[in-house]
């Protein structure tokens, strides 16, 4: 994946903030959402207590490319970013779509809802989103360029 994040962008943004960086851009772009969802593979769907984790969100441009803090950056890049952990295996592995940033926040609460700490942590994507806002506005839609968006 692309390391050279626009000037004034901080890593963070695709490290740990991404869902709300990906909200802010599906607002600020009109473009639909995308998440890498993976189920933790100790667990097993025939067991309870399985569960699935959102390992990173970005959007999608109306041309198919995918698109983060970073920049843009090929879809095939995400495993070696993001899944190639020696101590970590990952079970269905999974792209999904989200038509924007409500749809995608509604799957990040049915992922981790059952989380009690989710809850705790939720209320302050809402503080991440807004200052995101501003990196988007300011410093990712210019790289997004003249790519137009969906209708």
């Given at each position: 994946?692309?390391?050279?994040?626009?000037?004034?962008v901080?890593?963070d943004?695709?490290?740990?903030?991404?869902?709300?960086?990906?909200m802010?851009?599906?607002?600020?772009?009109?473009?639909p959402?995308a998440?890498?969802?993976?189920?933790?593979?100790?667990c097993?769907r025939?067991?309870?207590?399985?569960?699935d984790h959102?390992?990173?969100?970005?959007?999608r441009?109306?041309?198919?490319r995918?698109f983060?803090a970073?920049?843009?950056f090929?879809?095939?890049?995400l495993?070696?970013e993001?899944?190639?952990?020696?101590?970590?295996?990952?079970?269905?592995?999974?792209?999904?779509?989200?038509?924007?940033?409500t749809?995608l926040?509604?799957?990040?609460d049915?992922?981790?809802?059952?989380?009690?700490?989710?809850w705790?942590?939720?209320p302050?994507?809402?503080?991440?989103?807004?200052?995101?806002?501003d990196?988007?506005?300011?410093?990712?839609?210019?790289?997004?360029?003249?790519?137009?968006?969906r209708?």
């Open positions: 994946m692309d390391a050279n994040f626009p000037e004034g901080s890593r943004w695709r490290h740990g903030d991404c869902y709300a960086m990906a802010a851009l599906s607002e600020e772009l009109g473009w959402a998440a890498l969802t993976v189920t933790l593979a100790a097993s025939r067991h309870p207590g399985c569960s959102v390992v990173h969100a970005w959007v441009s109306p041309d198919g995918a983060d970073g920049g843009f090929d879809e095939g890049d495993d070696g993001f899944l190639s952990h020696p101590s970590r295996k990952f079970d269905d592995v999974r792209v999904e779509e989200f038509a924007d940033a749809a926040r509604g799957h990040l049915a992922v981790f809802g059952g989380n009690e700490e989710w705790d942590w939720a302050h994507i809402e503080a991440k989103r807004l200052k995101a806002l990196v988007a506005r300011d410093l990712l839609v210019p790289v997004a360029g003249s790519v137009a968006p209708p």
